[in-house]
């Protein structure tokens, strides 16, 4: 028998998430991830599952009210310490609140292993496949930081190391930053970016650089040539890993590699903090070779690593307005392309 209720300390959230066994530490269930939702007006719950007292579980739930339909959004969660044998009270607690709610679905993506966990387990529960692209990097491109700057070094593409060790020849200032001016110098350069690549930016990318600066959880990396901001990178550092969350890159300057020396240096920080790992985040799926993404994957893959494929985003319907959702994400991602 498991009981849940809101968890209002920090600390103890934290603490969970941060030891819990799992391959990459789950960053849309922090805590501060929390807070940059609660910053662009989203109401969330933090909810613990326990089990005889003890904390065995939590989820960050964010409720999504958008033209495309009202529903519940489980970004990486929940997250269970004994997912088969407690995700069912789990479930019928969520089921409740949502219609109580009178929301559409539930929506969720727990950060389970596509070869490891039987999908059959959602399936006979109701859920679905969402019709929607990778947005929560189902597909992820990790790399192990425990080796040697050398051995990493060696073990990339050889273009990707020919083009890193050509950076380090070229007047590169790479600068880890806090301040708001070079926040500010980014996302000029990342709205260029997003108009040359034809994509929405991400909103909220300067709450999540001020909400995970405040515990060092983050650093922009730009690269700087002859004054100007050329490409930069927000890193955030959190649980086991260093995730390469947000980039952006001058179109004019294409030919020098300062996305390559970027990373690298992004890579050394990550290991200064004991990190173990390093995620580039989303990357193709193996069976989409034209997809729109396929040239940024080529990037990532380059610096060495491996795919981690985690079970794509559910949805469980509550009710017919479910289907306007469906209709909608499904004509825009084959719009898209994805």
């Not at 389970?112 to 859920?127: A, C, H, P």
């Not at 050394?268 to 193996?286: D, H, I, Q, R, S």
Request: net charge neutral; with cysteine.
């Amino acid at each position: 028998m498991i009981t849940i209720q809101e968890v209002t300390d920090k600390g103890v959230w934290e603490n969970f998430l941060t030891s819990f066994d799992t391959s990459v530490t789950p960053f849309f269930q922090s805590w501060n991830w929390g807070d940059v939702q609660k910053a662009l007006g989203n109401t969330i719950f933090r909810l613990g599952i326990y089990k005889d007292d003890k904390l065995s579980g939590i989820c960050l739930v964010n409720e999504v009210k958008a033209k495309r339909g009202h529903y519940l959004h489980l970004r990486h969660g929940p997250v269970l310490t004994n997912f088969d044998k407690d995700f069912d009270e789990f479930l019928q607690y969520i089921k409740t609140f949502a219609k109580s709610i009178h929301a559409d679905f539930i929506r969720m993506s727990p950060l389970l292993l596509e070869n490891v966990f039987d999908m059959t387990f959602l399936k006979t529960r109701g859920f679905r496949n969402a019709p929607i692209h990778n947005m929560d990097a189902e597909n992820a491109w990790v790399l192990n930081l425990e080796a040697s700057d050398d051995d990493l070094l060696k073990g990339m593409r050889k273009t990707t190391r020919y083009l890193v060790r050509k950076a380090f020849g070229i007047p590169l200032e790479i600068k880890a930053t806090h301040e708001e001016e070079d926040f500010e110098a980014f996302m000029e350069l990342y709205r260029e970016t997003s108009v040359r690549h034809k994509f929405v930016p991400h909103r909220g990318i300067e709450d999540e650089f001020h909400i995970f600066s405040t515990g060092d959880q983050t650093k922009l990396f730009l690269a700087i040539y002859e004054g100007k901001v050329i490409a930069g990178a927000l890193i955030v550092f959190y649980g086991n890993q260093a995730v390469y969350h947000h980039g952006a890159t001058a179109d004019e300057f294409k030919n020098i590699p300062a996305a390559y020396l970027l990373q690298w240096e992004a890579i050394k920080e990550a290991k200064k903090k004991g990190k173990k790992l390093y995620n580039f985040w989303g990357v193709v799926p193996e069976d989409k070779p034209k997809h729109p993404w396929q040239g940024l994957t080529l990037f990532k893959m380059g610096f060495g690593g491996e795919r981690l494929n985690f079970i794509h985003a559910q949805d469980l319907p509550l009710n017919l307005n479910y289907w306007k959702t469906f209709a909608i994400e499904t004509a825009t991602k084959k719009m898209k392309g994805y």
